[in-house]
C-alpha cells in the first residue's frame, strides 16, 4: 500500500512559469516532509523540508506548502528555469527517523527554454 | 565540498552471481543508508546503520542481501545470488544526526543483472 502518493507524474513547463506538484499521505504519524531534486546519474539532493506546524515555508524560489487536514502538500518553483529540469520528490517521515522515509514516485520537470 | 563516495557507478552481472557495493560516507558521518531505487520509482530504505551497528534492516532481503559497517565508517552491500528483479540503482547517503534529517546521498550504483 503506497503511504505517498505524488502527481502528475510529468511536467512540462516555459521558462519563467510555476511549476507545482502535489503529494498526499495517508499516516497521520507523519510529521516530516522533505522534497528532494534528482538529476540524471545523481543521486537525490534534499532540496526543502516541512513540518506540519506551519503551513508554508519558502527558500529562495521554492516554496513548500503544507495542509494538514487534507494531508496534502505541494512544491511551487517559481520562475522556473531550464536548469530546474530533473526528478522531484516528495517524501514523508516521523521528523525522529527521516531516514525511513516513505518517498513520492517522483515527477520528471522539464523547464523549456 | 564533501561528498558521499559509492563505487562502482556500473556493474552489469548475471544471475546468480554474487555483487557488491561500496560506500564511503561524509567524514563525521555516524548514520549511514542503504536504499534501492527501481527505476520510475522513489528510493526504499534497505538497511539502516549507527555507527557499525545495524538501527533497521527490516526491508531488507536477509536470504540474499548483507550489509556491513565493520568499523564504523565506509559499508558494503552484497547480493548473492543476484536475481533478475535485483537490477535498480543502489544509493547510499549518510547524514550527522541521528534523525536522518538532513542526509547526503552518493551517486549512486547502477546495477544490470542479465
Known amino acids: 500500500q503506497q503511504q505517498v502518493k505524488q502527481s502528475p507524474q510529468s511536467l512540462i513547463v516555459q521558462k519563467g512559469g510555476i511549476s507545482i506538484i502535489n503529494c498526499a499521505y495517508e499516516n497521520t504519524a507523519f510529521d516530516y516532509f522533505p522534497w528532494y531534486q534528482q538529476f540524471p546519474g545523481k543521486g537525490p539532493a534534499l532540496l526543502i523540508a516541512?513540518?506540519?506546524?506551519?503551513s508554508e515555508k519558502k527558500e529562495g524560489r521554492f516554496t513548500i506548502s503544507f495542509n494538514k487536514s487534507a494531508k496534502q502538500f505541494s512544491l511551487h518553483i517559481m520562475d522556473s528555469q531550464p536548469g530546474d529540469s530533473a526528478t522531484y520528490f516528495c517524501?514523508?517521515?516521523?521528523?525522529?527517523?527521516?531516514?525511513?522515509?516513505?518517498f513520492g514516485d517522483g515527477t520528471t520537470l522539464t523547464v523549456k527554454p | 565540498e564533501a561528498e558521499v563516495a559509492q563505487s562502482p557507478r556500473y556493474k552489469i552481472t548475471e544471475k546468480s552471481q554474487a555483487v557488491a557495493f561500496w560506500c564511503d560516507p561524509i567524514?563525521?558521518?555516524?548514520?549511514l543508508y542503504w536504499y534501492r531505487q527501481i527505476l520510475g520509482q522513489g528510493p526504499e530504505l534497505l538497511v539502516q546503520f549507527q555507527d557499525e551497528s545495524v538501527v533497521d534492516d527490516s526491508q531488507l532481503p536477509k536470504d540474499r542481501f548483507s550489509a556491513e559497517r565493520l568499523k564504523g565508517v565506509d559499508s558494503t552491500l552484497k547480493i548473492q545470488p543476484a536475481e533478475l528483479g535485483d537490477s535498480a540503482m543502489y544509493l547510499c547517503a549518510s547524514s550527522l544526526r541521528t534523525s536522518g534529517r538532513g542526509q547526503f546521498f552518493g551517486p549512486g550504483t547502477r546495477l544490470t543483472v542479465l
Open positions: 517524501a514523508a517521515s516521523k521528523s525522529t527517523n527521516a531516514g525511513k522515509s516513505t
Open positions: 567524514s563525521g558521518h555516524a548514520t
Open positions: 516541512i513540518r506540519p506546524d506551519v
